[in-house]
């Protein structure tokens, strides 16, 4: 499963220091995130970036990309029907919030990300 032409539209230092939370939407997703400085990757409110999940390794499209594997470990209702879905990658968190059910997606499944920029 792939998003496109996410827009960051935040970017904020985490309560741990070096990381920092990046959130991203598109008109089907919002993306939250947490990247480490150490990563060496830094993203600016107003780029466009992409996510794509699978049950193989993605091979990363640029040395801009950060891919991972990942665990969803929670996938909780809100009040206005959307759907959000909680992954952990190596302790850093990838929210992802939808409107629609995501197929395919079960908790406590593995998958492999990779966000990158356009």
Not at 20 to 42: C, D, H, M, P, Q
Not at 79 to 96: A, H
Request: proline share 3%.
């Amino acid at each position: 499963m792939k998003w496109e032409y996410l827009e960051i539209v935040d970017t904020k230092p985490s309560i741990i220091p070096t990381i920092t939370i990046i959130t991203a939407r598109n008109e089907k997703i919002e993306l939250t995130f947490e990247v480490s400085e150490k990563f060496g990757i830094s993203y600016k409110k107003g780029e466009k970036i992409f996510l794509e999940f699978s049950r193989e390794k993605i091979k990363p499209s640029s040395s801009f990309a950060f891919c991972g594997k990942t665990t969803l470990f929670s996938i909780k209702e809100e009040k206005d029907n959307s759907k959000v879905y909680l992954f952990s990658s190596g302790g850093f968190i990838i929210r992802l919030v939808s409107r629609q059910e995501l197929q395919g997606l079960n908790i406590t499944e593995d998958y492999f990300f990779c966000i990158d920029k356009h």
